[in-house]
Structure formats: structure tokens, C-alpha cells
């Protein structure tokens, strides 16, 4: 098992930028593949980002393209999603997730550990 920490979120306004970060557990980090998702009030959780074991592939929602750019920095343990001109729809609790695989395969279903989320909320 793999213990996973999200930190970075808080209260932002629209345009704004924030990074959130994921401190994991465990010495095989590096062997697998990291994922971001998120679940606002009333909706399903969805996928955000993915990023492979070393980085070399990543795929993100569409609503998130060219605004959100996952990385991951295996010396640390550590996975980072850094979000730049935020909208008031990006307001949820996101999540850091680890892969069974060292791909980036991006359903929920694929991804054995998780976090605990952080709030991430945009305004107006």
C-alpha cells in the first residue's frame, strides 16, 4: 500500500493559478503511473490528468487542456498539478491517485490508492 497527501488547495478567484501537490509513500513511487481527478457538489468524480511512471506520457480532460499541466518529480515522491487561469467550473475536491499500471490510463478504476483530496475553490 501507498499513502498519498494532497496539499495546495484554498480559495482563489477566476484567472487566478494554483498548484497542488501530492506527497506519496513508498520506495516504488517511480514505478508507476500518478493521476489527478476531482468531484464538485452534485457531480460524479472526474478524470483530470495522468502522468506515466517517468513521466514521459501525460492526458488530460478537455477541460482542463492548455490550462492545467501535470508533473511529477520521482526524487521526492512527488506529483504536482499546477492549474493557471482557473474558472469557477474547476471548483471541487481533487484527488491524487496511483496507477496499477506505469502507464497513463485515465478511468478511476484503474488507480489502487487514493487520497484524501483538497478543496479547490474558484470565485467570481
Known amino acids: 500500500q501507498v499513502q498519498l497527501v494532497e496539499s495546495g488547495g484554498g480559495l482563489v478567484q477566476a484567472g487566478g493559478s494554483l498548484r497542488l501537490s501530492c506527497a506519496a509513500s513508498?520506495?516504488?513511487?517511480?514505478?508507476?503511473?500518478m493521476g489527478w481527478f476531482r468531484q464538485a457538489p452534485g457531480k460524479e468524480r472526474e478524470f483530470v490528468a495522468v502522468?506515466?511512471?517517468?513521466?514521459?506520457?501525460?492526458n488530460y480532460a478537455d477541460a482542463v487542456k492548455g490550462r492545467f499541466t501535470i508533473s511529477r518529480d520521482n526524487a521526492k515522491r512527488t506529483v504536482y498539478l499546477q492549474m493557471n487561469s482557473l474558472k469557477p467550473e474547476d471548483t471541487a475536491v481533487y484527488y491524487c491517485?496511483?496507477?496499477?499500471?506505469?502507464?497513463?490510463?485515465?478511468?478511476?478504476?484503474?488507480?489502487?490508492?487514493w487520497g484524501q483530496g483538497t478543496q479547490v475553490t474558484v470565485s467570481s
Open positions: 491517485a496511483r496507477s496499477d499500471y506505469s502507464g497513463s490510463r485515465v478511468s478511476s478504476t484503474d488507480f489502487n490508492s
Open positions: 513508498g520506495r516504488t513511487f517511480s514505478a508507476y503511473g
Open positions: 502522468i506515466s511512471y517517468n513521466g514521459g506520457t501525460t
